[in-house]
């Protein structure tokens, strides 16, 4: 049995599917859902965002589509499969919002999108709707694969529900409305004594670097920054013009450390949870 093709389909909308997994590059996973979904539309354009999410790490997977997604044109859909709970009653979810559509897993990947995390602080459980948006489990097999493995849902219901979206099915007829969707937790930076404030590493990039949870609006250019043992007096304006050990705001508007040309995760045996204190030079 064939996979049915989008109704009322058309090849010069030209759709934009997205990817974030942590099937990594050196597996089939990937290319067998792409070929998946060009099964549906041959028309589609894939950019892969990012396949290195660490194993079943949901966290890291909503970190990176919260801080991707709104460089994309209005209308891309985004795929994301970080699925530890594949096969069990966690629900398959399409997120529809103003500019964007999300497809995959409803294990917190979508609670960050609505607005930068660490400007609203969600708890963890299920998050409300923000006006303009809607949601839909996925419950119409025959936008599916005809035979759904318990293990790889990415392959035989994403894919092919991302690639009749973005080839024109309305989102209403892949699912059942429903109010919200589940979130995952932004640590909330917590005073530290007299003028201090107590954040945590919660991202490390490829370079080493660490991103912490405290917005760059809650740090002064001249703060001192503790981490792992170590103080760094003071913002860098760049990696470049940093020396050693580093401070500086990065392309997120977080604070994170670095060492040019090196790796601050390495040097300082951090990662994500690793207690990082802001206070002023002064104090």
């Not at 607005?115 to 303009?132: I, K, N």
Request: zero cysteines; proline letters at 11%.
């Amino acid at each position: 049995m064939a996979l049915q093709s989008a109704s009322g389909s058309d090849s010069s909308l030209g759709g934009v599917v997205t990817f974030i997994t942590d099937f990594g590059t050196g597996a089939p996973y990937v290319g067998i859902m792409k070929g998946v979904m060009l099964s549906v539309a041959p028309w589609l354009r894939f950019v892969d965002i990012s396949h290195e999410i660490a194993p079943q790490n949901i966290r890291e997977g909503a970190f990176i589509l919260a801080t991707s997604w709104r460089y994309f044109p209005p209308g891309t859909v985004h795929l994301a499969v970080v699925d530890p709970g594949v096969g069990t009653a966690r629900r398959p979810i399409l997120l529809a919002g103003p500019d964007a559509f999300f497809v995959g897993p409803d294990n917190g990947l979508f609670g960050w999108v609505f607005g930068p995390p660490w400007e609203d602080y969600p708890a963890a459980g299920p998050r409300p709707l923000p006006e303009g948006w809607q949601a839909f489990v996925l419950n119409q097999p025959r936008f599916w694969r005809p035979d759904i493995s318990r293990t790889f849902h990415g392959r035989d219901i994403f894919a092919p529900v991302a690639a009749h979206l973005a080839a024109g099915v309305r989102p209403d007829e892949l699912g059942k409305p429903v109010g919200e969707v589940t979130a995952l937790a932004w640590p909330r930076p917590q005073p530290a004594g007299r003028s201090a404030l107590r954040g945590e590493v919660v991202y490390t990039d490829r370079f080493g670097n660490l991103v912490t949870n405290i917005p760059a609006k809650l740090v002064a250019p001249s703060a001192r920054v503790e981490i792992a043992g170590h103080t760094i007096l003071g913002l860098s304006p760049t990696y470049a013009e940093a020396t050693g050990l580093a401070a500086l705001v990065n392309s997120f508007g977080l604070l994170e450390v670095a060492v040019p040309g090196g790796s601050a995760a390495r040097m300082l045996n951090a990662g994500p949870g690793t207690p990082v204190v802001v206070s002023p030079a002064d104090g």
